[in-house]
């Protein structure tokens, strides 16, 4: 299907894993225990999510499905961002976090994007 011999080759999936671990690592370290089963288990869910569905989109081997996986993908990043702003708005990572947050989210978009349209690509010319 393509010039990858793994999901972990690409790019839009070595930035959702990124993002994976940032949230991991510098927003859910900080939200509080009362947390744990809402906001904690929603923004660990949807950043696994974004990975998740770029992977299984690549195991399909249909141009279509793939893309259709990335769309997914896709919406599970923007609902990583909302629970980074619901974070912010109750106090529990400061602007710096969610700056940072927004950086990789915008960087695994445009990425994402990309693959979208070289699936999209393919598909045509196929």
């Given amino acids: 299907m393509s010039n990858f011999k793994s999901f972990e080759d690409l790019a839009c999936w070595k930035e959702a894993r990124n993002l994976r ?11 509080p225990n009362n947390e744990k089963f809402s906001l904690i288990d929603q923004i660990k869910r949807s950043s696994r999510s974004v990975g998740n569905n770029i992977a299984e989109g ?4 249909h141009f279509q499905e793939n893309i259709q996986f990335c769309r997914i ?3 599970s990043l923007f609902e990583t961002l909302d629970h980074g702003i619901i974070a912010l708005d109750e106090g529990y990572i400061s602007e710096e976090n969610l700056n940072e947050l927004r950086v990789i989210h915008d960087k695994t ?14 598909k045509n010319n196929k």
């Avoid at 690549?58 to 081997?61: A, I, L």
């Avoid at 978009?109 to 393919?122: P, R, S, V, W």
Wanted: proline fraction near 0%.
């Fill in 21 to 31: 671990l940032f949230v991991s690592k510098k927003i859910i370290s900080k939200l």
């Fill in 58 to 61: 690549y195991g399909r081997f």
């Fill in 73 to 75: 993908a896709r919406g």
């Fill in 109 to 122: 978009l445009l990425i994402l994007n990309g693959y979208i349209k070289y699936l999209k690509n393919q």
